[in-house]
């Protein structure tokens, strides 16, 4: 199975980043993770996406809060799938990471979910894992319908309760 390549801006990140982690183990998609930054360590990360391809990862999750570049950095240098986590780790809130991680230009996609959408965007990683995996295709239908029997759940008791 082609592998996960998780990228992040800082260490500070991790706590969001943790949640793909254990998303990702619970499918058991293996994956890696390093902490680069777009201005930081612009290096590392333009080498990490440039042979992530060749080195068996089949999509990459950019993680970073503030002025967040790096999953637009990393895109720029590779055509595998790239998933933009903005972080909330400034005064903002997180709206400055959403903007300057979504708002890319035509021809460098990122798909970019929620503010600190970590689980998100390690299902969407098993999502476009499964397109060419039946199997992994299975376990997340089960892994939806399980979801879905907890909601339904979750309604029958607040019926219960509130409508006789
Ligand atoms: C971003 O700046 C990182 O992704 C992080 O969210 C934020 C703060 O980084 P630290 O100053 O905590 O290292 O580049």
């Not at 790096?70 to 986590?85: E, R």
């Not at 798909?111 to 397109?131: H, R």
């Not at 029958?156 to 409508?163: H, W």
């Amino acid at each position: 199975m082609k592998k996960v390549g998780i990228v992040m801006g800082s260490d500070s990140d991790l706590p969001v980043v943790e949640k793909a982690m254990e998303k990702l183990r619970d499918f058991d998609v293996p994956f890696e993770v390093h902490v680069y930054s777009a201005h930081r360590t612009p290096e590392q990360a333009g080498n990490f996406s440039r042979t992530a391809r060749e080195k068996g990862f089949g999509v990459l999750i950019a993680a970073a809060g503030k002025a967040a570049h790096l999953a637009g950095a990393i895109a720029a240098n590779t055509t595998l799938p790239v998933i933009g986590i903005p972080v909330k780790s400034s005064t903002l809130d997180g709206l400055d990471a959403l903007l300057s991680t979504v708002q890319m230009p035509t021809g460098i996609p990122v798909a970019t979910v929620a503010i600190d959408g970590a689980a998100n965007a390690a299902l969407l990683a098993v999502e476009i894992l499964a397109v060419t995996d039946g199997e992994l295709a299975d376990r997340l239908q089960k892994t939806r319908e399980a979801e879905t029997a907890k909601v339904l759940e979750k309604n029958a008791a607040v019926e219960t309760r509130f409508n006789g």
